[in-house]
């Protein structure tokens, strides 16, 4: 991969050179960029009408130019996305980051938001963040997995955590350290920034009645769980959003993946697909996160490095309200929708698929030492609150899906 960048450095017209003013050597780092940023520096020996006429002209003609921004104390950053131009949830949540980050630093952190694309392709961004040409990124961590499995604990790995169990475990559970121990491997500073909540099984051409049907079936779906339907004889491939849908209607797969009802309807995934499943087994809480270039992260000061962090933290919440409400409006309008059939995803296939799982991640925690301690917190903490999440959230959800009146309604 090659990508190229340009930069802009501000300089005097070189007209200036041809006069007879003579240049001095800055003396110090603060004076050569004063001379960089301002005027030349004018030696005083000999003062005379003419020299102090060209000073002035000099001046006059710096002054006709912006100061640059650093001059100012202002940090330009790009963030790119994996994501479609205008993408619901995705693509909406990086801009509104990019724009709390610029106002809660009073402008000092002036951060550009691009889509998939615009700057590199959608799942270029790490290689970019990593060698400095983009300063951020705004992706799922499974995109990387081609540089370590490690990745995938940080998106979302099958029969995994849940959004709130993700978010436990990164900041309460040491899964921040490890991450940030992964991550800097790749110059990166990693935070988590969204969560998609539980994700749908995917889109179907056909008709899924067992572990049979996935024999030869061609799907998109990155991440681990991609490799279980590999277990269950799938043909696995990885597609950016934007490619699903003509994928899909030229028959080049035969299943997709994406998110929920919300960003599938978006993307137009039930014009193309007749059969939706679920439940999401390969992501019941997808995270995303902000990577950033960790020499740029480096060199913010305490208090600005705890801004962003503040900013991405609340816009984890504020992100999951918004999947789990709009969802649940669109998941309405496709029930309604004729022509699709929602389906659960029979027993005997889920038993399957978390066989494949379970066999999957023992191979991935075996991999190398720090992939093999990632994972092994990972599984700690699992076994630690799923106990809890059965006994508070499971059992509460199934004693209100009992049939009784509530509100007036049945």
């Not at 050569?32 to 060209?54: F, H």
């Not at 951020?136 to 099958?158: K, L």
């Not at 995934?269 to 087994?281: E, I, N, Q, R």
């Not at 092994?376 to 049939?403: H, K, M, V």
Request: hydrophobic share 40%; aromatic share 10%.
């Amino acid at each position: 991969m090659s990508i190229v960048t340009s930069r802009r450095t501000m300089t005097i017209s070189s007209r200036l050179a041809t006069t007879s003013a003579s240049y001095c050597k800055p003396e110090t780092t603060l004076q050569a960029q004063s001379c960089l940023e301002t005027v030349p520096c004018i030696k005083t020996a000999t003062v005379n009408r003419r020299s102090l006429v060209l000073r002035a002209g000099v001046i006059a003609s710096a002054a006709a130019f912006p100061a640059p921004a650093i001059s100012q104390g202002i940090r330009e950053f790009k963030m790119a996305t994996s994501w479609p131009k205008g993408l619901p949830g995705l693509s909406s949540s990086a801009e509104r980051i990019g724009q709390a980050i610029t106002a809660a630093t009073g402008k000092r952190i002036q951060v550009s938001v691009f889509a998939a694309g615009e700057l590199v392709k959608p799942l270029e961004v790490f290689d970019a963040v990593s060698s400095g040409v983009v300063d951020m990124y705004h992706s799922a961590e499974y995109y990387w997995e081609h540089r370590s499995p490690a990745f995938n604990f940080f998106a979302a790995v099958p029969f995994g955590f849940t959004a709130d169990e993700l978010a436990a475990w990164i900041h309460f559970g040491g899964g921040q350290g490890l991450w940030d121990e992964l991550s800097a491997n790749y110059n990166i500073k990693p935070l988590l920034c969204l969560n998609t909540g539980v994700q749908m099984g995917g889109w179907f051409t056909k008709e899924v009645t067992g572990p049979e049907s996935f024999a030869g079936l061609k799907y998109r779906m990155p991440g681990l769980g991609g490799e279980v339907l590999r277990r269950l004889g799938a043909v696995v491939v990885t597609l950016g959003g934007g490619e699903i849908v003509p994928a899909l209607r030229s028959g080049a797969i035969d299943a997709s993946e994406w998110v929920g009802p919300w960003d599938d309807m978006y993307l137009g995934l039930h014009k193309v697909s007749k059969f939706y499943y679920y439940p999401g087994f390969h992501e019941p809480g997808t995270g995303v996160a902000i990577g950033i270039n960790k020499t740029r992260w480096d060199s913010l000061t305490a208090e600005d490095r705890n801004v962003i962090t503040t900013v991405v933290n609340g816009e984890y919440t504020y992100s999951l309200a918004e999947f789990n409400t709009n969802n649940a409006k669109f998941l309405q309008e496709l029930s309604h929708d004729k022509n699709i059939e929602i389906r659960k995803f029979d027993d005997s296939l889920l038993l399957a698929m978390g066989k494949a799982s379970g066999e999957v991640m023992a191979e991935v925690g075996s991999k190398d030492p720090l992939t093999g301690r990632i994972y092994q917190s990972y599984i700690e903490f699992r076994s630690r609150c799923t106990p809890w999440s059965d006994i508070a959230e499971r059992s509460y959800l199934n004693a209100r899906s009992l049939p009784f009146p509530y509100g007036g309604k049945a």
